[in-house]
């Protein structure tokens, strides 16, 4: 998605995002335009708007350049998250992450995309799973406190289909 300064000018697009131990998005992994892409970080407070097609800062300032932290975990960067086997509290496993779900405003994980591999996903859709309690990262999986949230005997909540 394009990100855009106050001015109106195309600072470059987001490729991933920063999600701290407590599960909360700290900020935006920005690649900037140009034949040498740079990597820059811009935190959250500093977004104005997440539209549709776009993103728009609050100020027209440098950003400082993306620095890999040991308590902060990435989609696609350092720590990756993607592909990541996702198991329940209890023990069950949910799925390999796919992506994620976050309130804008806040910048708090509200949902987890998972996949069950490429037939599985045609036939019966990827699953959305609900989670209102921060995940723990380990090296091999996340662990996420899942709770249903429409009743039955499903010990997590899954949507077939994605929100569009």
């Not at 892409?37 to 950003?63: D, N, T």
């Not at 309130?103 to 069950?116: A, K, P, R």
């Amino acid at each position: 998605m394009p990100v855009y300064d106050c001015n109106g000018c195309l600072v470059g697009e987001v490729c991933d995002i920063c999600i701290t131990d407590e599960g909360r998005v700290k900020s935006l992994i920005v690649k900037s335009k140009g034949f040498f892409h740079k990597l820059y970080s811009v935190p959250m407070a500093e977004v104005k708007s997440f539209g549709r097609q776009a993103i728009v800062l609050q100020k027209c300032e440098q950003w400082t350049k993306y620095k890999e932290t040991h308590n902060e975990y990435s989609m696609f960067h350092y720590q990756p998250i993607a592909q990541r086997y996702m198991i329940s509290g209890s023990g069950e496993e949910l799925g390999l992450l796919e992506d994620v779900y976050f309130q804008e405003e806040v910048g708090t994980i509200i949902g987890y995309e998972l996949t069950d591999g490429f037939f599985s996903d045609m036939l019966e859709g990827k699953r959305v799973i609900h989670s209102a309690h921060p995940p723990k990262f380990g090296k091999d999986a996340i662990i996420v406190t899942v709770k249903p949230l429409r009743g039955g005997d499903i010990a997590y909540d899954e949507v077939s289909k994605l929100p569009e």
